[in-house]
């Protein structure tokens, strides 16, 4: 089965980093571009970024909302996909989900990792 | 920046009933990059319909989607209980120099 586990999520205070992980198994990791995704506590979804696969030269794009901020890379070789954030802000605080990009979609979904940013 | 906006943004409606969601976009859209999700409280969001108009796999019939540019809509034929939820699109698409993603607000389909 197509698994993707989020982890690193936390109490993390406004101006800090946090790295996030997304472990995937199931599928042939390194054919796939990954994306993150976030959801602010009773809002909707909000794209952060996505990496392509290296077929695509592991290009990546970021929401503009957040550019500059964060960096999303990936570990191939271990089948793992990076969330890196910096200078978090209250505004930060929610559930970050990973996902597969398949074409121009994603799925599936990881279970998510809650990070909240508070002093 | 694309950005979609989903009409309306409660819809109410019973059991049995047809539903009809809408999702705009500010700039063209190709249908092979537009998708819907239903998220139920609690879970993580579910494709339901890739490229516009194609189910996802075990999704049930009475979900289709159609449209092309602007203007896509996501049709529930007859309302399972199950099927109250929320209700996003997704689109990716290139503008000026960029290339990015974007959902729309969410459309929640609620028990009347």
């Known amino acids: 089965d197509v698994q993707l586990v989020e982890s690193g999520g936390g109490l993390v205070q406004p101006g800090r980093s946090l790295r996030l992980s997304c472990i995937a198994s199931?599928?042939?990791?390194?054919?796939?571009?990954m994306t993150w995704v976030r959801q602010a506590p009773g809002k909707g979804l909000e794209w952060l970024g996505v990496i392509r696969s290296e077929s695509y030269g592991a290009t990546t794009d970021y929401a503009a909302s957040v550019k500059g901020r964060i960096t999303i890379s990936r570990d191939d070789s271990r089948g793992i996909a990076y969330l890196q954030m910096n200078a978090l802000k209250t505004e930060d605080t929610g559930m970050y989900f990973c996902s597969r990009v398949w074409n121009s979609w994603f799925d599936p979904w990881g279970q998510g990792t809650l990070v909240t940013v508070s002093s | 920046e694309i950005v979609l906006t989903q009409s309306p943004g409660t819809l109410s409606l019973s059991p049995g009933e047809r539903a009809t969601l809408s999702c705009r976009s500010s700039q063209s859209v190709s249908r092979s990059n537009l998708a819907w999700y239903q998220q139920k409280p609690g879970q993580t969001p579910r494709l339901l319909i890739y490229a516009t108009s194609n189910r996802a796999t075990g999704i049930p019939d009475r979900f289709s989607g159609s449209g092309s540019g602007t203007d896509f809509t996501l049709t529930i034929s007859r309302l399972e209980p199950e099927d109250f939820a929320v209700y996003y699109c997704l689109q990716y698409g290139q503008y000026g120099s960029s290339r990015g993603f974007s959902f729309g607000p969410g459309t929640k389909v609620d028990i009347k």
């Open positions: 199931g599928f042939t990791f390194s054919d796939y571009g």
